[in-house]
């Protein structure tokens, strides 16, 4: 069983900074990727960053500059640091994650989401 949970979200004015935390727990082998999405209200859910265990990202070029990711592997946890926050980047943030389990020689990767968590920026 593996659960991905969220912190740091809440409500802040527009050029704010929020962090956001994401630990995975369980029974975890190993996890290739992890990071954020995010959907806005009535909007489909986007990508916001993603970073595999080695470091490599994936972003969304429009946060560039604003937005940080990083990740401590021995913790399971993703960060990201957002700054210069917009009303704009209002949305429910949702970590996810690609991982192996243990319990088996070779286990698949399986998808995981956190149950997500609100960030609202006020103008």
């Known amino acids: 069983q593996v659960q991905l949970v969220e912190s740091g979200g809440g409500l802040v004015q527009a050029g704010g900074s929020l962090t956001l935390s994401c630990t995975a727990s369980g029974s975890i082998a190993s996890i290739d990727v992890m990071g954020w999405y995010r959907q806005p209200p009535g909007k489909q859910r986007e990508l916001v960053a993603m970073?595999?265990?080695?470091?490599?990202?994936n972003q969304e070029d429009s946060l560039k500059g604003r937005f940080t990711i990083s990740r401590d592997n021995a913790k399971n946890t993703v960060i990201l640091q957002m700054n210069g926050l917009k009303p704009e980047d209002t949305a429910v943030y949702y970590c996810?994650?690609?991982?192996?389990?243990?319990?088996?020689?070779?286990?698949?990767?399986?998808?995981?989401w956190g149950q997500g968590t609100q960030v609202t920026v006020s103008s």
């Open positions: 996810n994650a690609l991982l192996r389990t243990t319990g088996s020689a070779s286990s698949p990767l399986y998808n995981y």
């Open positions: 970073i595999t265990s080695g470091g490599n990202i």
